[in-house]
Structures are given as C-alpha cells and as structure tokens.
Nanobody
Framework: VPLQAYGGGLVQAGGFLRLSCATS????????MGWYRQAPGKQRELIAS??????NYANSVRGRFTISRDNAKNTVYLQMNSLKPEDTAVYYC??????????????????WGQGTQVTVSS
C-alpha cells in the first residue's frame, strides 16, 4: 500500500508539528503501522508504532510524540510536541515491519513511500 507522509517543516525547538500519512489503499487490514525517521548520516529507525490495541515508542520520543490512526480515513498521524534539534530528520510512515518487494534483479528490498522533512532549529 503506497504511503505518503506530509506535514513536515521548519520549527523552533520547543515547538510542535503534526504529521499525517495517507494512502489510497486500505490500512484496516494492516495491524501494525509505524512512524520512522532517518537523520543525516544515520540509519532509519522506528520511533512509534500502533496496532488496534497498543502503541509503542522509542525512548527518544516517548512522552513527546503521540501516534494515532483513523482507519476510516486510511490515515496515520504523529503529533510531535516539545521538538528538539535532534528530532531533525526525514520522517516516513510504513507498515511495521516494512513490506518487502522483489526487484527485477531478484533482490529483496524494503518498500518505502515518500517521507517528509522535519527540521528543528535551536
């Protein structure tokens, strides 16, 4: 299911942003959805995930970020409060774990949609 994140931007430290992740597909069938981020020079990491019954957060964002989903709108949200410069990254949403596709070369790849840039200034 193609997923596109949007809502990023430039914000001062201590500020907030709300990211959204929309798809033309149906996320009801996807039990576990996640928000990921990739900072410059670092690997992509899972920072928040949500199922029908629970949410989980990385230590770095727990207490500041809130993940939610609206299955009727096929949308997943990430409310980010008390932003810090170290939150600067490209943010993605995806299934958890990410889906695997097989390329024409036979190599297996993780499938990712378009992310959104979040920049937090100090």
């Amino acid at each position: 299911v193609p997923l596109q994140a949007y809502g990023g931007g430039l914000v001062q430290a201590g500020g907030f942003l709300r990211l959204s992740c929309a798809t033309s597909g149906n996320i009801v069938s996807i039990n576990d959805m996640g928000w990921y981020r990739q900072a410059p020079g670092k690997q992509r990491e899972l920072i928040a995930s949500i199922t029908s019954s629970s949410t989980n957060y990385a230590n770095s964002v727990r207490g500041r970020f809130t993940i939610s989903r609206d299955n009727a709108k096929n949308t997943v949200y990430l409310q980010m409060n008390s932003l810090k410069p170290e939150d600067t990254a490209v943010y993605y949403c995806n299934e958890n774990p990410p889906p695997i596709i097989v390329g024409v070369d036979g190599v297996r790849y993780e499938y990712w949609g378009q992310g959104t840039q979040v920049t937090v200034s100090s």
